[in-house]
C-alpha cells in the first residue's frame, strides 16, 4: 500500500515524503523503518490499522522532468502544471509557484503529450517503466523535492498466529529486502540520469543559493504539514520530529 493513497488511514506516513528530507534513498528508507517497525507509525500507521510491517520502499528524491519548459533556476518552475502523486507532494509544488495537477503513473506521458500537465515530478527511476525517456527535455537534477513510500504488510491477525520461526525468518527477509531495493533504486537513478543525458536531456543543477532559498521552502512545506495534522488530532509535529531524528543517527 502507497500510504500517499490513502492518507487517511496512514496519514503520518506521508513525513517521508516532505521535501528536503534526504538525498540518500537508503537513509530515508532506513529511518522510515525504523518509525514503522519500533516508532511512531508502528502504532499509529500499521497498528492502528491492524497490519504489521513486512518490507518498505522509498524511492529516489523526486525532480522536475518535462518536454517543452527550460529550467535555469527554481523560478523556472512558478505557474506550470506539474504532475503529483498527491498528500504532502501538493503542498511541495504550490511552495513552489505551481500549480499540482493529480496523475497515476500510467497517465503521465499521456499527461505530458497533450498539455494536460508540463511536467513530471517523481524519481528517475520510474520514467523509463512509463516511456518518458523521450519527453524528458528539460528537468532538474540534485533537487529533493519529495519521494513516495511503499509499504508491504500482513494483517496482524496472520502474523500473530505465525510460529516465532517464520517470524524471524520473515523479519530478517524483510531487512535484506529493504536494503536490496533501497541500493537498486539508487543504482536506477543514476543509470536513467545518463541515460536520459545521452539522448540529449538538459537538467538543472541547483546552485548553492537555489538550495539554500528550497530549504526554507521545505522547512515551511514540512511545518504547515505538521500544523494540519496537528488541528486534526494526530500527531504530525512529533512524527516530523521523530523522522529528522532517525535521519540523523
Known amino acids: 500500500m502507497s500510504p500517499a493513497y490513502v492518507t487517511d488511514k496512514m496519514a503520518l506516513s506521508d513525513v517521508a515524503m516532505l521535501p528536503g528530507m534526504f ?15 519500533e516508532g511512531l507509525l508502528a502504532k499509529t500507521d500499521f497498528g492502528g490499522n491492524k497490519i ?11 525532480q522536475v522532468i518535462g518536454p517543452h519548459h527550460p529550467i535555469k533556476s ?9 504532475r503529483s502523486s498527491g498528500g504532502s507532494v501538493d503542498l511541495t509544488i504550490r511552495a513552489l509557484g505551481a500549480t499540482p495537477v493529480k496523475l497515476t503513473g500510467p497517465e503521465t506521458r499521456e499527461g505530458l ?14 520514467l523509463k517503466g512509463y516511456d518518458i525517456f523521450p519527453l524528458a527535455k528539460y528537468g532538474t537534477q540534485g ?7 511503499v509499504t508491504y504488510s500482513i494483517s496482524d491477525r496472520v502474523w500473530n498466529g505465525l510460529s516465532d520461526e517464520v517470524k524471524q525468518a520473515l523479519a530478517k527477509a524483510g531487512e535484506e529486502t529493504n536494503t536490496h531495493l533501497c541500493q537498486a533504486h539508487e543504482r536506477e537513478n543514476l543509470s536513467a ?16 543559493a537555489d538550495k539554500q532559498a528550497f530549504a526554507a521552502t521545505a522547512t515551511s512545506v ?9 488541528d486534526r488530532g494526530k500527531q504530525g509535529s512529533a512524527a516530523l520530529a521523530e523522522f529528522k531524528s532517525e535521519l540523523g543517527k
Open 222 to 230: 514540512a511545518a504547515q504539514w505538521a500544523k494540519e495534522l496537528d
Open 193 to 208: 540520469i545518463k541515460a536520459m543525458e545521452d539522448l540529449g536531456a538538459d537538467f538543472y543543477h541547483p546552485t548553492d
Open 113 to 126: 503529450e497533450r498539455g494536460t500537465i508540463d511536467a513530471n515530478l517523481g524519481p528517475n527511476s520510474s
Open 52 to 62: 504489521h510491517p513486512i518490507f518498505v520502499a522509498l524511492l529516489p528524491p523526486y
Open 23 to 37: 538525498t540518500e534513498v537508503c537513509k530515508g528508507t532506513h529511518a522510515y523503518w525504523k518509525m514503522a517497525t
Open 74 to 82: 527554481f523560478e523556472d518552475l512558478k505557474g506550470i502544471k506539474i
Open 143 to 149: 533537487a529533493s523535492f519529495g519521494s513516495f513510500v
